[in-house]
Structure formats: C-alpha cells, structure tokens
T-cell receptor, first 118, second 114 residues
C-alpha cells in the first residue's frame, strides 16, 4: 500500500510567484492535514479536511494560502503570491475516519515539500 | 489549548549509551501523546503513541516512553542507542476532544557518535 505522497519534493521560486503543492493521501483516508515547519521552529498545523470539506483551517497564515481537496482524494495547497517568510517544509498527513474521537486516528505523514522563496 | 516543550534541541550521545529525550506538555483537557521520528532525507514516521491504558508504551526498535500525568511529561528513552538512531525526534499531543490538530514540540536532534 502506498503511503502519503507529496509533489514536488523541492520547489524554488521567486518572491511574488505562485506555487502549488500537491498531496496524495493513503487510499481510503478521509482525513487530510497540512502542516508547515519554518526553519528553526516547530511543525505547525495549517488545516484539516474531512473528505472534501474543510473541518478546521485555523492555522492558515493568511489569504495568500488556498487549499482544496476536490472529490475528497488528493489535495493542493497554493501560495499566491509567495513571500520570503513562506519558505519552509510543508507536510501533508492523512488518517482514517472510522475511530472516534478523531484524535485517535493515527496520522501518517508524507516526506514533505521544501519550499524556498528567494 | 495545548503546548509542547522539548527541552533539548540537540542530544549527542555515544553508541550503546542510554538516552532520554525530554517532553513536557500543557493542556486543560485530556490528551493523546505521540513521538514521531524523522530520519535524514525522509518524512515523519510514528515511533510510538499513548492513547489510553498502560502508561508505558514501547516501539519495535527498543524505544519506550512513559506518560506521567502528574508531571505532564512523556519522555522518550532507549537503554542502548545505535548509529542508525541518529534522527530528529518530535513529541506531539492532541487534545482528546474532537480535533485532529497535532501540536508539536520544537524537535530534538539525536546525534549518535561511534
């Protein structure tokens, strides 16, 4: 069974450009999460999808970030326009939806996308 | 709200020596606790978890952690480390209410020296 897959593994863009990150969760996982680690700091939650619906987007930094999960399968995270402070590693995680409370569903992480904004 | 503190950013240790990576948390509600590990050039992998039951949890590669509610700690230990244990270790919590938001500590880099 394939794990959580993220594309690209590394992206280098200039300030003001647009970048789209993609995450393919483990097949059948209803929950999909995005996290970010800015250099030297802790990994921080961005948002949580349950199927195609945004359950919690309290961690999204600002309106330059747009996440989608059309059809409840893969997800994209678009940054437009990118700023220098957006640099970091973006992680995606997925978990099954069958256990309550939701916190008991173990999250499986992808390898991350390293974003460098110059 | 929850928070996690990993007191050591780097822990150097010689091969076959014991190690403890410290993790303290704060929360106004019950929590579930996790340790994740990131080996060089790889993604995060779940190392072990505490959801309920026995407060001592163990991984398949010799690590163990003990949930101490009174001290709000979840320290990670291994009696004898290997070179291959060199990695960054993250402690994380989730409040037991209906949220999937993991709260991470700052990470501890374990450097095992020959």
């Amino acid at each position: 069974e394939a794990g959580v897959t993220q594309f690209p593994s590394h992206s280098v863009i200039e300030k003001g450009q647009t970048v789209t990150l993609r995450c393919d969760p483990i097949s059948g996982h209803d929950n999909l999460y995005w996290y970010r680690r800015v250099m030297g700091k802790e990994i921080k939650f961005l948002l949580h999808f349950v199927k195609e619906s945004k359950q919690d987007e309290s961690g999204m930094p600002n309106n330059r970030f747009l996440a989608e999960r059309t059809g409840g399968t893969y997800s994209t995270l678009k940054v437009q326009p990118a700023e220098l402070e957006d640099s970091g590693v973006y992680f995606c995680a997925s978990s099954q939806g069958g256990v309550q409370p939701i916190a008991k569903n173990i999250q499986y992480f992808g390898a991350g996308t390293r974003l460098s904004v110059l | 709200a929850q928070s996690v503190t990993q007191l050591d950013s780097q822990v150097p240790v010689f091969e076959e020596a014991p190690v403890e990576l410290r993790c303290n948390y704060s929360s106004s509600v019950s929590v579930y606790l996790f340790w994740y590990v990131q080996y060089p050039n790889q993604g995060l992998q779940l190392l072990l978890k505490y959801l309920s039951g026995s407060t001592l949890v163990k991984s398949i590669n010799g690590f163990e952690a003990e949930f101490n509610k009174s001290q709000t700690s979840f320290h990670l230990r291994k009696p004898s480390v290997h070179i291959s244990d060199t990695a960054e270790y993250f402690c994380a919590v989730i409040g037991s209410s209906n949220t999937g938001k993991l709260i991470f500590g700052q990470g501890t880099t374990l450097q095992v020296k020959p």
